[in-house]
């Protein structure tokens, strides 16, 4: 399974970005999609969910309500729709896909398959 992310770049305090990532070499609904994400010197942190069956949602406290993940089954492509962005949001954006149990469903190992991250940078 290939994940390929896309979409970083640099914004402004504010403004809006939308990250993707299309899947290659599996069935795509098979996969629960997840963005996560990585600052300088700090670990990797889950930031949204999108489980494979009913589609049910899941998003880090620092971005409900600003972060919206979606995903188009036909093109096998997950989104991550990024709006108030903060300088505290820069950070390298990993997609995975997995099969997470419920419990760990924001935990980085239960993802097998990981993009190649795209850059985020939020000036102020």
């Known amino acids: 399974v290939q994940l390929q992310a896309s979409g970083g770049g640099l914004v402004q305090t504010g403004d809006s970005l939308t990250l993707s990532c299309v899947v290659s070499?599996?069935?795509?609904?098979?996969?629960?999609m997840a963005w996560f994400r990585q600052a300088p010197g700090k670990e990797r942190e889950f930031v949204a969910v999108?489980?494979?069956?009913?589609?049910?949602?899941y998003y880090a406290d620092s971005v409900e309500g600003r972060f919206t993940i979606s995903r188009d089954n036909a093109k096998n492509t997950v989104y991550l729709q990024m709006d108030s962005l903060k300088p505290e949001d820069t950070a390298v954006y990993y997609c995975?896909?997995?099969?997470?149990?419920?419990?760990?469903?924001?935990?980085?190992?239960?993802?097998?398959?990981w993009g190649q991250g795209t850059q985020v940078t939020v000036s102020s």
């Open positions: 999108r489980r494979r069956s009913g589609g049910r949602t």
């Open positions: 995975a896909a997995g099969r997470p149990i419920l419990s760990e469903i924001r935990t980085s190992r239960m993802y097998l398959y």
């Open positions: 070499g599996d069935t795509f609904s098979n996969y629960a």
